[in-house]
């Protein structure tokens, strides 16, 4: 299975609302990634956990808080968003060579767009 | 912003043709990968040159990369309609063992059938 999946596929949810992003992969990949991306924009780095412990919080607003139940499944849960918040967000997985020097590709998911309305 | 320059930002060349994609990038890298993106959906990794690398085939993708001009080309060969899609470029760093990737601002490729 070389899939990342990612649920919902589209979330729509207003300003008040808590919602959750679901990513899943079982590739045995150990690291794991968070990225945003705007229309006609590159993705953006949000977060990276390796060996389930966030590793990279690129100055994350806290309305966004991630989290890594195991090494298969990585969660992003919203809050508070504010409208320009809308956009793909997008999972990704590779493996982890902590310390070996060897570069790796990423596997992405096909992302969940999200609207705040 | 740390992200890369890509050039052109959008490309439309006939079917057969070739295609010619070039990126810059602003840090030291450990490696530069390209990917594609097929509209709004997620990423499809092309390839990965590391940065003792100078050029790198794959199938009909061909990278180059001057680490001393910060900079980097995709040539697609023989396009096909089905390589109409984003192109990125990534830079890559590790931080403690994980790849930070940085994305270029990406090229729109059409290939007109």
């Known amino acids: 299975d070389t899939e990342v999946t990612q649920t919902p596929k589209h979330l729509v949810m207003g300003m008040t609302n808590k919602k959750s992003l679901k990513c899943e992969q079982h590739?045995?990949?150990?690291?794991m990634y968070w990225y945003k991306q705007k229309a006609k924009k590159p993705p953006e780095l949000m977060f990276v956990?390796?060996?389930?412990?966030?590793?990279i919080n690129e100055s994350v607003p806290s309305r966004f808080s991630p989290e890594c139940p195991n090494s298969s499944l990585l969660n992003l849960h919203l809050h508070a968003l504010q409208p320009e918040d809308s956009a793909l967000y997008l999972c990704?997985?590779?493996?982890?060579?902590?310390?070996?020097?060897?570069?790796?590709?990423?596997?992405f998911g096909p992302g969940t767009r999200l609207t705040v309305l | 912003s740390q992200q890369g320059e890509e050039d052109p930002q959008a490309l439309s060349i006939q079917e057969g043709e070739n295609a010619t994609m070039n990126c810059s990038y602003k840090?030291?890298?450990?490696?530069l990968q390209w990917y594609r993106q097929n509209s709004g959906r997620g990423l499809v990794h092309l390839i990965l040159?590391?940065?003792?690398?100078r050029e790198k085939h794959s199938g009909r993708l061909r990278v180059t990369l001057d680490t001393s001009k910060k900079s980097s080309s995709l040539l697609i060969t023989a396009s096909r309609a089905a390589d109409t899609a984003s192109y990125f470029c990534?830079?890559?760093?590790?931080?403690?063992?994980?790849?930070?990737?940085?994305f270029g601002t990406g090229t729109r490729l059409t290939i007109i059938p």
């Open positions: 840090t030291s890298i450990n490696n």
């Open positions: 990704a997985s590779s493996q982890d060579r902590r310390g070996l020097r060897l570069y790796n590709e990423q596997f």
């Open positions: 590739m045995g990949h150990r690291a």
């Open positions: 990534a830079s890559g760093r590790s931080n403690f063992g994980n790849e930070k990737l940085t």
């Open positions: 956990y390796s060996y389930e412990k966030l590793s």
């Open positions: 040159i590391r940065s003792n690398e």
